[in-house]
């Protein structure tokens, strides 16, 4: 319950830019690590032949993980847009443009939602059983 | 015209057994968090401890957490919070002495441990240094100098509390001033001490100490640059 509290206190209770901008750093990123692991199992199984490997994707053509792919791309979004940021902060005299920059990182995910959407709204709505 | 005031009240060094008391203050069309305190004191609960000094903005002793926020209580008027209640609470990260006041030596240590005292090259000479005032080294300088040690920043940065010998915003802004500055000799010794994640490299740019600063400076862009200083240094050791 202290780990909780702690860090309700420490990195919710603060709406500041940069803490948003931190906290869904770190977030998207632990997010993208989780996935790499059953990624690499899916393309592990290439090796096992052609018909193991459609039968792997096949599983991926459903409703809920054609959602979870477009999560997933709003995700990497995210990440690179945001780190991008981070690299323009780190190497350039940009620190008082900070909230500007997460609003083009903003921005950026924004357009990619948008042009998501018309790939992935008519696959999830089609696969739908 | 008053206003609710809830504050945080705890009479040891753990802030474990705390409480909020509340009381009702008038105002006056200025007031300042500062004049609440100091009326609370004088008629409500002679008890209430905080710390003060100039009134003026310039000793950074009355720092407080209030609504949220930390801020210098003598500069900051009541009607500007633009909120019908405050509550009042200590600087966090800081040991507690009682109610609102704090113990500042975790802040003053991580100053003094940066050598915060500038180490002339030429202590003998009688002759000013010349700096010409749109050089880079006074631009890079100038909006960083200006810090009160009112420890808002150290407060509010969270690194303080999850890397525990992160030395804070404050203590790294002081060291890239005098880092920065051509008259002064231990420049390479402080980029040494820095180079660490207890110092530039433990700073996330979180950005919550540029926003709580009541002079407006931006410790992050001072430790940013000072990142870079130490990537040039790391550099000019590597191949020397």
Request: proline share 5%; charged share 20%.
């Amino acid at each position: 319950m202290s780990f909780i509290r702690n860090f309700q206190r420490l990195f919710l209770s603060q709406k500041s830019v940069g803490n948003v901008s931190w906290l869904l750093h770190r977030v998207t990123g632990v997010a993208l690590a989780i996935y790499l692991l059953p990624h690499f199992i899916s393309i592990h199984s290439s090796q096992l032949g052609q018909q193991m490997f459609d039968q792997e994707l096949n599983v991926y053509t459903t409703p809920f993980f054609k959602f979870a792919e477009f999560i997933l791309v709003l995700t990497v979004a995210f990440h690179m847009f945001n780190g991008l940021r981070i690299i323009a902060l780190d190497c350039f005299n940009l620190v008082g443009h900070q909230k500007l920059l997460f609003g083009l990182a903003l921005f950026c995910c924004t357009a990619v939602l948008i042009s998501a959407s018309f790939l992935f709204v008519p696959q999830i709505l089609l696969s739908s059983p | 015209m008053g206003i609710t005031v809830k504050i945080r009240r705890c009479s040891g060094h753990t802030d474990d057994n705390f409480r909020f008391d509340t009381f009702e203050v008038p105002l006056t069309d200025n007031s300042n968090v500062l004049d609440v305190v100091n009326y609370i004191q004088n008629n409500l609960d002679p008890t209430l401890a905080f710390r003060y000094s100039c009134r003026a903005g310039m000793c950074g002793t009355c720092s407080m957490r209030v609504n949220g926020k930390n801020r210098w209580t003598c500069r900051s008027t009541v009607k500007s919070l633009r909120s019908k209640m405050l509550t009042i609470e200590p600087l966090p990260h800081y040991p507690i002495i009682k109610d609102l006041a704090v113990d500042m030596r975790p802040f003053f240590d991580r100053y003094r441990h940066v050598r915060s005292e500038f180490v002339s090259k030429h202590p003998t000479s009688k002759e000013f240094a010349k700096i010409q005032p749109n050089s880079k080294e006074r631009r890079d300088i100038d909006p960083q100098i200006e810090c009160i040690t009112c420890g808002c920043c150290y407060g509010e940065c969270n690194l303080v509390e999850t890397n525990s010998g992160y030395l804070g915003p404050a203590a790294i802004n002081r060291a890239f001033t005098l880092i920065a500055d051509s008259r002064d000799s231990a420049g390479e010794e402080r980029l040494d001490l820095l180079n660490s994640p207890q110092g530039a490299w433990g700073c996330h740019t979180q950005f919550n100490c540029t926003d709580v600063c009541p002079m407006g400076i931006s410790p992050t862009r001072a430790i940013q640059k000072l990142k870079r200083k130490e990537v040039g240094h790391a550099f000019k050791k590597f191949f020397s």
